[in-house]
């Protein structure tokens, strides 16, 4: 065998002090790669729910990035998972993501549709207010992809933004409101800070989230963060700790069940499945991984093992 998996019961007594009771939500992974839908300990889980970001052009290019997605949606459709896609710039330019035109965007969509019919569940545009995407100065061109996706699935499940919980949502989102079309009902966000400077839901975008929206939303990224660098200075931002990980996300399991906000909050996706990261060594310079680098359960594994109960 590739890799040899140690007995869960372990990994749960290591976080027995930071695990939450069960929790009512739909929990799903966030994760790249199709082989964690043939693991044992994803397995395990017994989740029905999986995301994949993707570039937005993905059903018109060739190659390789093609050829992992369509690995993905089809070990997604054997394990009986529900995929949901998130698109992101296929290029940058100086750091920015370059971004499509209008039309450039639906024909790609249309595409997407038409080689994967049986994805109905769709983020038009990931991290729309992070600062590498083009809309993150530009909200109404984030509207203008969502109203894309409506119009040409409207069958389809669409997240309306996919926010993360920076200190410029709190100005993009206005913007955003007054650009698209229509009344949206379901939003994403990306709440790590919250979860992993340990903020208290009265200041949190957990909350304060749902005050600025109407309908469901849905944790579309969350973890706790095992060990992170700056992409551009290499240095370290979070020293490896998966302990700490799991006490995130423990944290961030409490937030989005609290009695404040759990009616608004019915979908959990954790990031991610694999680690990247050991006490010597990392290969990314993010790691928020349920397993490591051996395929051992890492702590924050049995943190979600047993809100999935």
């Known amino acids: 065998m590739r890799r040899s998996v140690l007995p869960v019961v372990s990994a749960i007594a ?10 009512a939500l739909q929990v799903g992974l966030s994760d790249q790669h199709a082989r964690m839908f043939t693991e044992p300990l994803y397995r395990r889980l017994h989740s029905h729910f999986a995301r994949l970001v993707v570039p937005w052009d993905v059903a018109l290019a ?9 690995a993905w949606i089809a070990g997604a459709r054997r394990a009986g998972v529900q995929p949901s ?24 969509f249309v595409a997407f549709r038409h080689r994967w019919p049986t994805v109905r569940v769709f983020t038009p545009w990931n991290e729309v207010n992070h600062s590498a995407q083009p809309t993150a100065r530009r909200p109404a061109l984030a509207a203008t992809y969502y109203d894309v996706l409506r119009a040409a699935c409207p069958r389809c499940t669409v997240v309306a933004a996919d926010l993360l919980d920076t200190d410029n949502l709190a100005g993009w989102l206005p913007r955003f409101l007054r650009a698209v079309h229509g009344s949206p009902r379901l939003w994403g966000l990306h709440n790590y800070r919250d979860a992993n400077r340990d903020h208290a839901l009265a200041r949190s975008w957990t909350l304060r989230l749902t005050q600025l929206v109407r309908g469901r939303i849905w944790v579309t990224e969350g ?16 020293p490896y700790d998966p302990q700490r990980a799991a006490r995130s996300l423990s944290h961030l399991l409490e937030l989005v069940t609290a009695p404040e906000v759990r009616r608004r909050y019915t ?6 499945f694999f680690g990247t990261w050991s006490r010597h060594r990392f290969t990314t310079p993010w790691d928020s991984g349920l397993v490591d680098l051996q395929g051992r359960p890492r ?6 093992l047993g809100a999935m109960r």
């Open 267 to 272: 979908r959990f996706y954790a990031y991610s």
């Open 85 to 108: 896609i998130a698109f992101i710039s296929a290029r940058y330019r100086g750091g920015i993501g370059v971004a499509p035109t209008r039309s450039q965007y639906r024909r790609a």
């Open 299 to 304: 702590p924050a594994y049995a943190v979600l």
């Open 14 to 23: 290591l976080c027995a002090l930071v695990a939450p009771p069960a929790v």
């Open 62 to 70: 060739s190659g390789y990035v093609r050829r992992t997605t369509a």
């Open 223 to 238: 973890g706790g963060i095992v060990g992170m660098r700056n992409t551009f200075s290499g240095r370290t931002v979070w």
